[in-house]
């Protein structure tokens, strides 16, 4: 499914905690919403050419090995779906992945980045979908 990016990704929540106790947390999960979208002269876009929509990944995983460290929290973007106006609830798992993927992304940066700062040591993770 083609797609047009409205907004940049934004990272809604990032946060980082160094965990007394090992506890291993893997939840990440993808939301679909349709939203309006208002042009700069604050006129609503009927969307004709597709349906808006706002991507989320939420997320709370330990992704060293360890289970030392928690990572969470909330990545979103508009986009516009070309030919498409349902509800986004109907989309296919590729759809779903090729959407969430470039989210999914920034969190394997943020997490590399932070963890090079916070440990000295960079933490690659590698999400694979699992719709």
Known sequence: ???????????????YDLLDEPEEKN?????????????????????????????????????????????????TQVVQLLGYHGDGQDLDQETYRLLSRPLVEYIETLTYEVSQVALDEPINLDFEPNF
Do not use: C, L
């Open 27 to 75: 939840e990440v999960n993808v939301a679909i919403r349709q939203v309006v979208a208002t042009g700069e002269d604050g006129v609503e876009d009927a969307g004709e050419a597709g349906g808006y929509y706002e991507v989320a990944v939420v997320y709370d995983v330990t992704p060293d090995e360890d289970n030392i460290i928690e990572i969470s929290g909330v990545n």
């Open 1 to 15: 499914m083609e797609f047009n990016k409205q907004t940049p990704i934004i990272v809604r929540a990032f946060h």
